[in-house]
């Protein structure tokens, strides 16, 4: 108990500073989607290495990837027969656009209302920095009562490429006892939460090409297929009106939900208030026959993440467009697979293209749905988090997507501790992201707490 008070006291008293260090992190603009920012990518990664050293790891090193720098740190107990804890992080962000919805630059964090305002804010630079304050606060307050390994990844934004193969081919740098992952959240303020199941993803785009160039719509329209309108009309066939998936054979090994899973979930609070405040709909809509937080966590959807053709300027300009295209992608659940859906997907997508056309259709990234309970060290978790927080915990399904989370499961064989200290309006990956700072610092209390855990001796 008195390590774990120091520690506590230790943050306390230096939470300004942890805070500046969380700010100079957000200021580095780490798109990892977008080339121009490579060196961005590069800066970031210097960043969470210069101060792993900082904090006393003893092993930091970085690996190129085709892509973007792996992070690889490590730091021992004072005692020899400690656990190991392996954490999790990544520190790309998505891309900030539309710009001219934020009310302060994106990579300028600014705090309003105990709110810190950034792309990255809490998705997940705020967690990455969490973790590393509370190792921080153990550290310089006495032991460390478990081995440290860090991981983090600079193409989580972008479906984690280059991971799966730096894990499969580091089996015993990353051997460990439990998984620590960040990069989750929680339901409100006050409901810390542990999550056992997250979407897996299939991204993919889909380009339809009509004439050579953009041509008069008065001179061909009528005698030319508009790519638009062709994109559109395929679009329209991937949902069926009652809003399930139209695309053949997608439901077909959806890993139906029990009737105490169905409880289990529909006992974790006021999601649907809470979404229709979030998202400013009128009224909600998903598949028929499921509640929202079902349909959020635990059944597969197809979206739209992008839609482009011909003039989108201001005024008019009369044209038919050469082409059209759609970012596209499917969130999956247990046990669909993703290369098996794709493979779906564009039987049934070539099925719907016209001879007037032609398209085009590639993958952009994919990745399995994870879903499991009780992960090594949650116990441990749980207390720490409820502890904290004075609250049970919530036992949660994300609709989110993870893959290194699966991937450790797979090749690993550990089960990752997936929680997180973001919340359901912090924005992510929209303007305006946000990171609420006093829940910020109670899950760098839980954390010091949780580490801590380990060592004796304690009311756990
Ligand atoms: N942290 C999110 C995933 C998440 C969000 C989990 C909310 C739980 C609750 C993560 O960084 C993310 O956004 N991942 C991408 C992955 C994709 C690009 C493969 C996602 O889900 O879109
Ligand atoms: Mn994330």
Redesign the pocket.
Same mark, same amino acid.
């Given at each position: 108990m008195e390590i774990a008070e120091k520690a506590l006291n230790y943050f306390t008293d230096h939470y300004e500073e942890k805070l500046d260090q969380y700010r100079d992190f957000l200021r580095i603009p780490s798109v990892s989607t977008d080339p121009e920012h490579k060196q961005d990518m590069k800066r970031a990664k210097d960043f969470l290495m210069a101060y792993l050293r900082e904090i006393g790891f003893e092993r930091v090193e970085s690996f190129v990837t085709p892509v973007h720098p792996i992070i690889f740190a490590e730091k021992s107990a004072a005692i020899p027969e400690a656990k190991t804890l392996l954490v999790y992080g990544?520190y790309d962000v998505q891309p900030p656009d539309p710009l001219d919805e934020w009310i302060s630059s994106p990579f300028e964090p600014e705090v309003r209302n105990e709110n810190i305002y950034a792309r990255g804010a809490s998705?997940?630079k705020g967690q990455v920095m969490a973790v590393l304050a509370a190792i921080d606060a153990v550290t310089k307050s006495g032991e460390l009562p478990i081995n440290i390994k860090i991981l983090f990844e600079g193409e =989580? =934004?972008?479906? /984690?490429p280059s991971l799966g193969n730096f894990i499969s081919t580091h089996r015993d740098l990353l051997k460990c006892d439990m998984v620590l992952n960040p990069? /989750? *959240?929680m339901s409100s303020p006050n409901s810390p939460s542990i999550?056992y199941g %997250?979407r897996g %993803?299939v991204y993919f785009e889909l380009r339809i090409d009509g004439p050579k160039a953009d041509l008069h719509s008065g001179v061909f329209g009528g005698n030319v297929a508009n790519p638009a309108i062709v994109l559109s009309e395929i679009i329209a066939k991937l949902h069926n009106p009652d809003g399930s998936v139209a695309i053949p054979g997608f439901y077909d090994k959806v890993l139906p939900l029990t009737p105490e899973e169905k409880q289990k979930i529909a006992g974790a609070g006021n999601f649907e208030a809470e979404t229709l405040k979030v998202t400013g709909v009128p009224r909600l809509f998903g598949e028929a026959g499921y509640t929202p937080l079902e349909r959020a966590g635990a059944r597969p959807t197809l979206d739209v993440n992008g839609f482009y053709s011909g003039f989108i300027g201001d005024g008019a300009k009369t044209i038919i467009p050469a082409y059209a295209k759609a970012k596209i992608s499917c969130r999956l659940v247990p046990n669909q697979e993703p290369d098996e859906i794709y493979s779906l997907i564009q039987r049934h997508i070539a099925s719907l293209i016209p001879d007037t056309v032609k398209a085009t259709l590639f993958k952009h /990234?994919s *990745?399995p749905a994870y879903l499991a309970e009780n992960a090594p060290g949650a116990k441990n978790l749980a207390w720490a988090l409820s502890k904290t927080w004075n609250q049970p915990i919530t036992y949660k399904r994300? *609709?989110? /997507?993870?893959?290194v989370a699966t991937t450790m499961q797979h090749v690993l064989g550990v089960k990752s501790m997936l929680t997180g200290f973001g919340l359901p309006d912090d924005a992510?990956?929209s303007p305006n992201e946000k990171q609420h700072l006093p829940t910020w610092k109670l899950g760098v209390k839980a954390l010091i707490r949780f580490i801590n855990s380990f060592g004796a001796p304690l009311d756990i």
């Open positions: 990544h998705d997940m =989580e =934004e972008i479906g /984690s990069d /989750s *959240g999550i %997250l %993803l /990234s *990745g994300e *609709g989110g /997507s993870v893959p992510i990956h």
